[in-house]
């Protein structure tokens, strides 16, 4: 209730509820303008945002700290330029993804998100060598947590990914803004075309190897199954996979071999890391059957054949 008197009070204009809160967020909007109260816990590193609002453009609006309420010290409070538009999960998925008026605006998304990697690409960040160490070393204690912990069936797929991550720390791999938590509610859409309006909420945005942030393609090719409890992709998914690629490389241009073999393994790599820890800043995996090793399931073991494109590949490329 304070919360919204102070947005009110603000704002200077009658507010309401964001349609999806995070979880450690509580957002409200204006006529113009979105307040957002966090958590001390989670706190929005404006510098990231900055740079993200440079690299993109209007898809990522500028942000503003606010003084805090008297008494509730480690309530955070920004405010934002509103993004007009929906969620994506609140138009594709409502009522399925085949109908013919929904697929074009599907397309239209997937076009606009292979511009928005696309920028990130084009936008290489200077890294020293510590840091690519220091990260590398990171990645391959987590993965070797994985090939500890997980499953049998994704040990092929996890052990592709410890023996190919040279490429994804090879200098031909651009570092870059990574946006950390690309599912389908930080991407904003217009309801009517399908386009692009904006993508939010860049708490966990950092700057690592392009690629990380790839498996939020996944969540515009298909979609959980509550009622099935799987993960499903759309009919249409491999036609909108080669879209997006088309789209991505008219704008940065021809990917040699081995920019190819990073990417994949980036992208393999960052489903591993969204999917396969406990979101608690541990090295934790989720029970099997879980929600997220469904997800898992269903997007690497499932129609996505990722076994075989993958480790059928994996000697089919040569590092300079």
């Known amino acids: ?24 967020s509580y957002t409200v909007r204006g006529d113009d303008f979105v307040i957002q109260f966090r958590a001390e816990r989670s706190p929005l590193d404006l510098d990231i ?10 898809w990522v609006p500028e942000v503003k700290k606010l003084d805090s309420i008297p008494g509730h010290l480690t309530v955070l409070i920004y405010s934002m330029q509103l993004l007009v538009g929906v969620n994506y999960s609140l138009l594709l998925h409502s009522s399925g993804t085949t109908s013919c008026d929904v697929v074009p605006r599907q397309k239209e998304t997937v076009k606009d998100l292979a511009y928005f990697f696309s920028q990130a690409w084009n936008s290489r960040v200077p890294i020293d060598s510590s840091t690519v160490l220091i990260k590398r070393l990171g990645f ?5 947590t994985l090939a500890e912990s997980l499953p049998p069936r994704f040990q092929p797929l996890v ?17 870059c803004l990574n946006h950390g938590d690309l599912c389908d509610t930080n991407i904003i859409i217009d309801p009517l075309t399908g386009k692009l309006s904006g993508v939010i909420d860049w708490a966990e945005g950092s700057i690592l190897p392009f690629g990380c942030a790839l498996w939020g393609l996944e969540t515009v090719l298909g979609r959980f199954d509550f009622e099935k409890g799987e993960w499903v992709y759309d009919e249409q998914r491999e036609d909108l996979e ?29 489903l591993f890391f969204r999917h396969a ?14 929600w997220d090793l469904r997800l898992l ?6 129609d996505r054949q990722w076994l075989t494109a993958c480790v059928g590949s994996s000697d089919s490329v040569s590092q300079e």
């Open 242 to 270: 080669d879209l997006f690629w088309e789209t991505f490389r008219s704008h940065v241009g021809s990917l040699n071999p081995a920019q190819e073999r990073g990417i994949t393994v980036a992208r393999l790599t960052g």
């Open 140 to 144: 391959r204690q987590k993965l070797q």
């Open 159 to 175: 052990s592709y990914c410890k023996d190919n991550l040279q490429f994804v720390f090879d200098s031909a791999i651009p570092w």
């Open 49 to 58: 945002i900055k740079h993200a609002h440079q690299m993109h453009g209007d």
């Open 297 to 302: 399931d269903g997007q690497l073991l499932g």
């Open 1 to 24: 209730e304070e919360c919204n008197k102070f947005a009110q009070s603000y704002l200077g204009c009658d507010i309401r509820q964001a349609s999806t809160q995070g979880a450690f």
């Open 277 to 290: 820890f406990k979101f608690n800043g541990l090295y934790a995996v989720p029970k099997d059957d879980s």
